[in-house]
């Protein structure tokens, strides 16, 4: 127990050092860039140098929603993950934010004004709908909900939503620059972005948290949790209800992400076992560290351009996904 | 009973089949009469008219068939060595692996957006999409043989596959920039446009070939559709005939992919409907799932082209919008 403990709280330091950097490399890093002594002038000294403002109104509050919105993605895949009882479980591979996309396109075609509140609600139109859709594939009886059927039904739903975004955008002939806003990433993020995450992301994690406990009974299956006194549609259904809005602020802010949900959760529950007490903030912060990394490598590989930062979770993801898939059996 | 039931149904198919080759040909912003399509064919129309049949119409419809049979077969065959009824070229990433390489050897080969390939490449093209298609193929099957290569694990592991090359092509087109953006749709989401003759010249013979090399093997793929047990009493050497047909797959579907992108869900809904017609046995089911595919694409394109015209939607998105209600709900069914 002793041992247990010790191994949390390097965890924990380490991650948090880790991050730490990641989020100074990120502010610092770039076309320009920018030295430790810029930044602190930046921050505590208010001055109106084009480096001091960059970093105030650009580097900052990127950074910040790159690693919130990081944390979200971890969080989420370790609660689908947890009350699925499903190892490949993830939003975006279940098409939950691929139904996001599809409403934020059709205010596109609409003409209504990009801003992050209106991309925020019609994200979460988005994934209400497909979350409930999802919902209702894995909480039908348990033989309907094998991995491979579960991830089929998600890869059908995402087809379906993507196939729609795109006839909408071809018709609006808006399809471009949908196109450009969902491989955009974190390019515009702003400090309304930061805060929609900041909200979004630190409410669902408390809440995620408080939950933990009967996600861990979830996972232990139906019939344990009925046998233990607890009704798993309803702690189904409250966790979807925390998970959606949390998706719906992750596709908002940084668009399609896909395999971070993926990823994480696996790791954590690696290192710290089947108990969600630890793995929820756990899969929080190694979401952020992943997530930050990677928006720094889609900033720098391609310099002066800006890579897909998909491309970087993906290259990361199906090795990952391949390593889980194959230990199913039948 | 079966036999009469299929006595029934080809002259259907048969009708459906005509019907919808004539309505592909007569339906368009230019638009010619049943009559006069068929008069045009054999010859005799006016210039308007050859312009608009002989040489848009008629080449496109040739290689939007060819692409249904090559696919709807490659489904079959996928969906028999798997013994999976959700198996598809499109879904597990053999699909996608042709379409990578397919991007790769055009973006190398064309400098910018509405060149078009040279006379050579159009012939090395396929080869390309064949062997990309043969690598995924490969890797998926490598990676999920672990004491046997077990369907649910195969299937898995194509989905992953999948998702990872699709981010890929997106990410090799887009550097591009805006003006490529459709290009990224054709190869993503397949779209027969801008298919022509130099297209169909390539594609028919090749899919000809294969879907006949397929056909005369009808009973070694029955004797796969038993247990293994029985396969094996039957003097089948499986692990030689799956990856025999596995590749005849792979070369139909990369052919497919080569000159259409990335068509989901025929291979899957196709096969699945003649099962349902006529049975599994390969003899009869092989033909009748070519043609209900040929129907789909035609009707699908059709759709895709004229619907909201003059704006062309990619014949792809139109069959996976009617393609995946069908295919949940057979997930649904499926105990």
């Not at chain 1, 030295?35 to 140098?49: A, D, L, R, V």
């Not at chain 1, 809005?245 to 790791?267: H, R, S, T």
């Given at each position: 127990m002793k041992q247990n403990n010790k191994n949390t709280i390097t965890f924990i330091v380490c991650s948090i050092f880790v991050l730490i950097i990641g989020v100074f490399l990120a502010?610092?890093?770039?076309?320009?860039?920018?030295?430790?002594?810029?930044?602190?002038?930046?921050?505590?000294?208010?001055?109106?140098?084009l480096e001091s403002m960059l970093i105030r109104d650009m580097r900052i509050p990127r950074a910040l929603s790159v690693l919130l919105t990081g944390g979200i993605l971890g969080v989420t895949g370790a609660m689908i993950q947890g009350v699925t009882r499903n190892p490949i479980a993830e939003p975006s591979l279940l098409g939950v934010s691929q139904g996001a996309t599809l409403v934020i396109a059709i205010f596109y075609a609409v003409g209504i004004t990009i801003n992050t509140t209106n991309v925020m609600i019609a994200s979460l139109i988005g994934a209400t709908f497909s979350g409930i859709i999802v919902m209702g594939f894995t909480s039908r009886k348990s033989n309907n909900r094998s991995i491979a059927k579960i991830l089929l039904a998600g890869t059908a739903m995402s087809t379906f939503f993507i196939s729609l975004t795109t006839i909408i955008g071809l018709l609006s002939n808006k399809s471009q620059f949908i196109a450009f806003w969902v491989s955009g990433g974190f390019r515009n993020a702003t400090w309304a972005d930061f805060n929609l995450v900041a909200i979004v992301g630190i409410l669902g994690l408390i809440i995620a948290i408080f939950l933990s406990e009967k996600i861990n009974i979830l996972s232990l299956g139906d019939d344990v949790a009925i046998s233990l006194g607890q009704n798993p549609e309803r702690i189904r259904?409250?966790?979807?209800?925390?998970?959606?809005?949390?998706?719906?602020?992750?596709?908002?802010?940084?668009?399609?992400?896909?395999?971070?949900?993926?990823?994480?959760?696996?790791?954590?529950?690696?290192?710290?076992?089947?108990?969600?007490?630890?793995?929820?903030?756990?899969?929080?912060?190694?979401?952020?560290?992943?997530?930050?990394?990677?928006?720094?490598?889609?900033?720098?590989?391609?310099?002066?351009?800006?890579?897909?930062?998909?491309?970087?979770?993906?290259?990361?993801?199906?090795?990952?996904?391949?390593?889980?898939?194959?230990?199913?059996?039948? | 009973m079966k036999r009469k039931r299929f006595k029934i149904i080809i002259p259907i198919l048969f009708i459906l089949l005509v019907a919808s080759i004539i309505m592909y040909l007569c339906w368009g912003t230019y638009k010619v009469s049943p009559f006069d399509s068929i008069k045009t064919l054999l010859g005799q129309g006016t210039k308007l008219q050859n312009a608009a049949i002989l040489n848009l119409r008629l080449p496109r419809m040739l290689v939007g068939i060819s692409v249904g049979i090559a696919l709807s077969t490659a489904g079959a065959l996928l969906q028999t060595i798997t013994k999976n009824e959700l198996a598809d070229s499109g879904i597990i990433?053999?699909?996608?692996?042709?379409?990578?390489?397919?991007?790769?050897?055009?973006?190398?080969?064309?400098?910018?957006?509405?060149?078009?390939?040279?006379?050579l490449s159009v012939y090395v093209l396929p080869f390309m999409a064949i062997i990309g298609a043969g690598i995924s193929a490969t890797i998926i099957y490598l990676l999920s043989s672990r004491n046997g290569v077990k369907p649910k694990r195969l299937l898995l592991i194509g989905l992953g596959l999948n998702a990872g090359l699709n981010a890929f092509i997106t990410f090799f087109t887009f550097r591009g920039g805006i003006g490529d953006y459709n290009r990224v749709l054709i190869w993503t989401s397949g779209s027969l446009w801008g298919a022509g003759w130099n297209y169909a010249k390539v594609i028919i013979p090749l899919v000809t070939l294969m879907f006949m090399i397929v056909l005369l093997n009808y009973k070694k793929l029955d004797a796969l559709n038993l247990s293994d047990e029985h396969a094996i009493s039957l003097g089948l050497n499986l692990n030689k005939e799956r990856k025999k047909f596995l590749s005849y797959a792979v070369i139909l579907a990369g052919g497919a992919t080569a000159f259409a992108g990335n068509v989901g869900f025929i291979g899957l809904i196709s096969p699945h409907i003649a099962r349902k017609l006529v049975g599994p046995y390969h003899k009869n089911f092989l033909w009748v799932s070519a043609i209900i595919s040929i129907v789909i694409v035609l009707f699908a394109d059709a759709v895709s082209r004229n619907l909201f015209s003059p704006i062309e939607i990619p014949v792809g998105i139109t069959i996976s919008i009617f393609g995946v209600p069908y295919f949940i709900y057979l997930m649904m069914k499926e105990k």
């Open positions: 502010i610092s890093l770039g076309v320009t860039h920018i030295g430790i002594s810029e930044i602190w002038n930046s921050i505590f000294n208010y001055s109106e140098t259904l409250i966790t979807f209800l925390v998970m959606i809005p949390m998706c719906a602020a992750a596709v908002a802010v940084g668009k399609n992400i896909a395999f971070v949900g993926l990823i994480v959760p696996q790791i954590v529950r690696k290192i710290f076992g089947e108990d969600y007490r630890k793995n929820i903030p756990f899969s929080f912060l190694l979401g952020a560290i992943l997530l930050t990394y990677s928006d720094i490598a889609a900033r720098m590989v391609y310099s002066p351009y800006e890579t897909p930062i998909g491309i970087f979770t993906a290259l990361i993801g199906v090795p990952f996904f391949i390593v889980v898939a194959r230990r199913e059996r039948g | 990433g053999i699909n996608a692996g042709a379409a990578v390489a397919a991007v790769i050897f055009v973006s190398l080969k064309t400098v910018n957006y509405y060149s078009t390939l040279g006379p």
